[in-house]
Nanobody
Framework: QVQLVESGGGLVQPGGSLRLSCAAS????????MGWFRQAPGKEREFQAA????????YYADSVKGRFTISRDNAKNTVYLQMNSLKHEDTAVYYC?????????????????????WGQGTQVTVSS
């Protein structure tokens, strides 16, 4: 059972930045594709970014391209989400997720059901 722990959320003004971290309990972390999702009150969980397990290739939702950057440090079993130019509409609980399958194709990475493990979430609030 992989445990994922997010951190780095908080209150930030519009235009500001935050870096979220997600630490995994497994040393096999490097074999997992990792994703970041968010969920605002009353809305469905929404894909933000993912990074492949083999080439470390990033994928982004159109709404965050150019503002968010996903990266991973396999030595630290950690995936990051650097969020810049934050907007009010970025306010949500942010979740990281791990996909243990080596057969997931890139088009499946935005799908919630592609992931086996989820963290507890970290709140991001963008407000002046």
């Amino acid at each position: 059972q992989v445990q994922l722990v997010e951190s780095g959320g908080g209150l930030v003004q519009p235009g500001g930045s935050l870096r979220l971290s997600c630490a995994a309990s497994e040393r096999t972390f490097k074999a997992y594709a990792m994703g970041w999702f968010r969920q605002a009150p009353g809305k469905e969980r929404e894909f933000q970014a993912a990074i492949s397990w083999n080439l470390g290739r990033p994928y982004y939702a159109d709404s965050v391209k150019g503002r968010f950057t996903i990266s991973r440090d396999n030595a630290k079993n950690t995936v990051y989400l650097q969020m810049n130019s934050l907007k009010h509409e970025d306010t949500a609980v942010y979740y990281c997720a791990a996909d243990s399958s080596k057969f997931t194709i890139s088009s499946q990475l935005p799908i919630v059901g592609s992931y086996d493990y989820w963290g507890q979430g970290t709140q991001v609030t963008v407000s002046s």
